[in-house]
Every structure is written in C-alpha cells, then in structure tokens.
C-alpha cells in the first residue's frame, strides 16, 4: 500500500509542499509523489529528504487545469495502488481534491489540521471557531493539509525519479498570463505575519509596516477594505474571502476585527493587535493587545525589535 501525494512544482518546492510530503510520511505507508510540469529532476529528487520514496512527473501537463491534474492523478493512483491521496490545502488542493474523490469513489477531508488520531482526521468548523473530527468509511480517502498545521522534516535522502504518462487529455485552460510575487514571503507560508487595515489612513503610511516586516523576517498583510480601495494589491488580503493564514505570529494594526477578517487568521499561534478603539472585536481574539496609536506604536515595537537583534 502507498500514500501518494500531488506536489505542485511549478514555482519550485514551496513549503506547503514539504509539509504535505511529512504528513503523508506520518501515515505509515510508502510514499510517492505525483507532479505535472517541467521542474528538475534535481529540484524534485529532494523531496526524498522530507519523506517521499519515489516522485514521478507527467512533462505533458503544463498549466493548472484541474481536469487534466485530476487525470494524471487518478491514473497514478490506480497505478500505484494508493489507498490515500494528499494535497496541501491550496488552490490545486481544493479544485482537484473533490473531483478525484468522485473519480476514485473516496472519501474526502478538505483542511486537515493534524494527522489521523485513532481513524479519526481533525479540522476546523465554523471558519476556524471550533475543531472538527471526521472519520472516512471508504476504503481511499483524499485529504488536504491546511498549510501550516506541521513542520517539514527533513533529515533523509534523496530519491528516484521517474518519468509517468497519465494520459492527461486535453486542456481546457489557456493560461494567458501569470505573475509570481518576486522578493516576497507567500503568506500562505509565512510564520510571521504584520498586517494593516484603514487605521493607517492611507498607501504612504505603510513603510512603517514594511519596515516592521522587514526587521521581524515577516510577510505583509492587509484587509479587504484596503485590497478593495487599491492600498494594498489583493494577494496581501487576508480573510474569509482572501487568503487564511496560520502563522506563529500574526501583528494586526488599525484593523477593527470584522467576523470575516477573523475567520482567515484565526489559526494564528499569538495574534497581536493594536488599535486606539479599546471596544473593537478584534482583542476579544487577541493574545496580547495595545490600546495605541499605530502611528506611535509600530514605531516603537520596529525599534525594539532592531535592538534586541543588535543585542545578539
């Protein structure tokens, strides 16, 4: 029996990727990897560091059509004789989990947050305000891990890599563009995160969170009124409608915490914020919160931060 796991390797190994690669190695079976595209058999031989005994590719899969990876994906685990199949919970994830669920007859788990515990996969409910326990009658079952649920390990060596046909059809998506951020921290794998919302005014008085970002080794973050106005461009939303976070440390500054805003950082290990209103939501969720001026505070904490890293 084997787990196989679906890597997304257009962009080079992200960290979700490792994570998905550890996960499946928790469940006890021999693990194989399934990519599309055109990355190096170097790159992806080092996925045998994390876990992985073997990783094919299908070269003839060029784009993120859902239908074509559902294709070569269910055709690898038929071939494979793979009881269970994990994505990261990341837009590959959460397209092609449920159609290879309906393709496979499997079971589906879409978010697990840890692994299996006495047949038993937990998740989050109620856009992240309670935990969830969900156990799978079918004999496969597909799961997605929701980025940052576990640590990568590494420490192994690297594996074979072998050349796989899943007869993948033709696309019915003609990517037309496509802009990767460069020099920035995805803030799905971000574990430090500084955000801002219309407390700061206006698009000239975020240096102040960039510098605080730079300093911490953090990604940058905004909320939807700000990504809606053009302040900030719409990969930094964070929230129900943008992206969800679950970093070690998320820094929140003149954001009021909306319902929707919370559910996308919820998961966050610490969330500190800090806003002038001592009544917004927001530090009801709060580890640790700062009844301040952003304008003053940030500042501050920004200088801290540079003298305790002068300080060794």
């Not at 257009?10 to 994570?19: H, I, M, R, S, V």
């Not at 269910?74 to 669920?101: T, W």
């Not at 515990?117 to 799978?136: D, E, H, L, Q, Y």
């Not at 806003?275 to 200088?303: H, M, Q, S, W």
């Amino acid at each position: 029996m084997s787990t196989l796991v679906y890597i997304n390797s257009n962009n080079g190994l992200a960290k979700n990727t490792l994570e998905a690669i550890t996960y499946a190695k928790k469940l006890g079976e021999e693990v194989i990897a399934i990519t599309t595209g055109s990355a190096d058999d170097s790159v992806l031989a080092t996925l045998g560091q994390y876990g992985a005994n073997k990783v094919l590719i299908d070269r003839t899969v060029n784009t993120d059509d859902s239908q074509q990876i559902t294709n070569v994906v269910a055709a690898a685990a038929e071939s494979m004789g793979s009881n269970s199949v994990v994505f990261s919970h990341d837009f590959i994830g959460k397209s092609v989990g449920p159609r290879l669920s309906v393709r496979l007859k499997a079971g589906l788990v879409p978010g697990a947050t840890d692994i299996p515990r006495n047949g038993k996969i937990r998740v989050n409910v109620f856009s992240g305000k309670a935990m969830g326990f969900v156990s799978i009658k079918s004999a496969r079952k597909v799961i997605s891990l929701l980025p940052n649920s576990l640590q990568p390990e590494g420490g192994g060596e690297n594996c074979p890599v072998e050349e796989f046909n899943g007869n993948a059809g033709i696309a019915g998506v003609k990517v037309l563009d496509s802009k990767v951020p460069e020099g920035e921290i995805p803030l799905p794998e971000a574990e430090l995160v500084v955000s801002a919302g219309r407390g700061l005014k206006g698009p000239e008085n975020w240096g102040m969170v960039e510098e605080l970002a730079k300093e911490l080794g953090a990604a940058t973050a905004c909320s939807r009124p700000v990504a809606d106005i053009g302040w900030r461009p719409h990969h930094e939303h964070v929230g129900q409608t943008g992206v969800a976070i679950r970093p070690n440390l998320y820094i929140a500054a003149g954001i009021s915490g909306a319902i929707q805003h919370l559910a996308g950082v919820n998961g966050s290990k610490v969330i500190v914020v800090v806003n002038t209103d001592p009544e917004a939501p927001f530090f009801k969720a709060a580890d640790y919160g700062v009844v301040g001026d952003a304008f003053e505070v940030i500042p501050r904490l920004t200088e801290a931060v540079k003298k305790f890293k002068a300080n060794g």
